[in-house]
């Protein structure tokens, strides 16, 4: 069973910083590619960034830039360090492990991005 625990979420003001993290479980993390996704209230979910096998990422428009996302294979853990953060970027974030068209998602992170 795919376990994926999302940590690192929380409030912060514009300007700031946070670092995500997702945590894997019960797969062999290094073969899989990963990504984040983030839903606002009343929006649909959207891709953030994702990352291959061998490191290849790849971001939304919106977040060239400010956002970066890592792995380390070693702690079966994916990264997603968020800078200069907007009001815009508020939102549940969710890692996702994909599985070509389909895949296993953690459970959400909640970033509030306000003064």
């Known amino acids: 069973q795919v376990q994926l625990v999302e940590s690192g979420g929380g409030l912060v003001q514009p300007g700031g910083s946070l670092r995500l993290s997702c945590a894997a479980s019960?797969?062999?993390?290094?073969?899989?590619?990963m990504a984040w996704y983030r839903q606002a209230p009343g929006k649909q979910r959207e891709l953030v960034a994702a990352i291959t096998s061998i490191g290849t990422t790849n971001y939304a428009d919106s977040v060239k830039g400010r956002f970066t996302i890592s792995r380390d294979n070693a702690k079966n853990t994916v990264y997603l360090q968020m800078n200069s953060l907007k009001s815009e970027d508020t939102a549940v974030y969710y890692c996702?492990?994909?599985?070509?068209?389909?895949?296993?998602w953690g459970q959400g992170t909640q970033v509030t991005v306000s003064s």
């Open positions: 019960g797969s062999i993390f290094s073969i899989y590619p």
């Open positions: 996702k492990q994909i599985r070509g068209a389909s895949g296993y």
